[in-house]
T-cell receptor, first 116, second 114 residues
């Protein structure tokens, strides 16, 4: 069965600290995609990054970086030098063809609070 | 640059009332989705439409119906609202229903059923 686990319900950090959001997934498919979305207080979900199961290269985009490790089924997200504007709920998601049908599974989200 | 537009943004219903949530996208996307977001449960897929003229059930379809009115619009209907359907509802779209497509979300509709 497909599953996405974000064990950290809420994290609080002080501005300029680094923070890592964990995401662990389960799938039986060999081809799948992983995503991160940000949900700021305004409510809409914003796509941040996509990674396919055959590409384990880490990615850096400004202060954001992602570490994909198939050996541990993890796709973790690090924010360097956090800012108050990073305060949001972050969702990890998995898409695969589980059981022959399209599946897009979200984790339960991690609420990040960055304090000034 | 509207993207995905949902109406209304807020609604309060009484148990047993019916309601249609509207969603429209202006990105010429083929696929559209309805999710509900509940505390501690993330987003769960209610229904999706891979293309105009098709709809399929997601994880939690019971109590809901959908209509893909045209390529732009995808509505969600609650025929007889129940308190368990109190939630925040999100509409999303993507170019296609394929594994690698990110989804673009609306701002959500906060629905309370008394």
């Amino acid at each position: 069965a497909q599953k996405v686990t974000q064990a950290q319900t809420e994290i609080s950090v002080v501005e300029k600290e680094d923070v890592t959001l964990d995401c662990v997934y389960e799938t039986r498919d060999t081809t799948y995609y992983l995503f991160w979305y940000k949900q700021p207080p305004s409510g809409e979900l914003v796509f941040l990054i996509r990674r396919n199961s055959f590409d384990e290269q880490n990615e850096i985009s400004g202060r954001y970086s992602w570490n994909f490790q198939k050996s541990t089924s993890s796709f973790n997200f690090t924010i360097t030098a956090s800012q108050v504007v990073d305060s949001a709920v972050y969702f990890c998601a998995l898409s695969d063809h589980g059981s022959g049908t399209y599946k897009y599974i979200f984790g339960t989200g991690t609420r990040l609070k960055v304090l000034a | 640059n509207a993207g995905v537009t949902q109406t209304p943004k807020f609604q309060v219903l009484k148990t047993g009332q019916s309601m249609t949530l509207q969603c429209a996208q202006d990105m010429n996307h083929n696929s559209m989705y309805w999710y509900r977001q509940d505390p501690g449960m993330g987003l769960r897929l209610i229904y999706y439409s891979a293309s105009e003229g098709t709809t399929d059930k997601g994880e939690v379809p019971n109590g809901y119906n959908v209509s893909r009115l045209n390529k732009r619009e995808f509505s969600l209907r609650l025929e007889s609202a129940a308190p368990s359907q109190t939630s925040v509802y999100f509409c999303a779209s993507s170019e296609l229903v394929t594994l690698n497509q990110p989804q673009h979300f609306g701002d959500g509709t906060r629905l309370s059923i008394l």
